[in-house]
C-alpha cells in the first residue's frame, strides 16, 4: 500500500484545515487506516483511527470534539476533517494503514505498517 499525504498548511488559532490521503496498491489489504502526528522534539502518536469497512472511530482525547476522520472507500481516501486548531496541534502528520490485523482485532493491537511521507500543519497567530 502506497499512501499520499496533503492538506498541510499555516493557520490561525480557530481555524480548520482537512488533511487528505491517497491509498494506492493493495487496499482491498487494509483493515484500518489513522492519522498520527509528531511535533518537533516529542514521539509520534495516534490522533485518530478508523476501521476501514465498518467505519468505526477513534480518537485522542486532546482532539476529541474538534478533529473528524472519515473515509472514502470507492475512492480509497482517507481525511481528518480538523477544526478549532490550537497552537498545541501544530506537528507533522502522517497518514497510516494497517494491512496485517486480522479481521476482529481491536484498537489496542492495530499494526500500521504503511506510512505516507508527511504533510506540516502550523498553527499560530
Known amino acids: 500500500v502506497q499512501l499520499q499525504a496533503s492538506g498541510g498548511g499555516l493557520v490561525q488559532p480557530g481555524d480548520s484545515l482537512r488533511l487528505s490521503c491517497e491509498a494506492s496498491v493493495r487496499t482491498w489489504s487494509i483493515y484500518a487506516m489513522g492519522w498520527f502526528r509528531q511535533a518537533p522534539g516529542k514521539e509520534r502518536h495516534l490522533v485518530a483511527a478508523i476501521m476501514w469497512r465498518g467505519g468505526s472511530t477513534r480518537y485522542a482525547d486532546s482532539v476529541k470534539g474538534r478533529f473528524t476522520i472519515s473515509r472514502d472507500n470507492a475512492k480509497n481516501a482517507l481525511y481528518l476533517q480538523m477544526d478549532g486548531l490550537k497552537p498545541e496541534d501544530t506537528a507533522v502528520y502522517y497518514c497510516?494503514?494497517?494491512?496485517?490485523?486480522?479481521?476482529?482485532?481491536?484498537?489496542?493491537?492495530?499494526?500500521?505498517?504503511?506510512w505516507g511521507q508527511g504533510t506540516q500543519v502550523t498553527v499560530s497567530s
Open positions: 497510516a494503514a494497517d494491512t496485517r490485523s486480522l479481521p476482529g482485532t481491536g484498537w489496542a493491537y492495530l499494526s500500521f505498517d504503511h
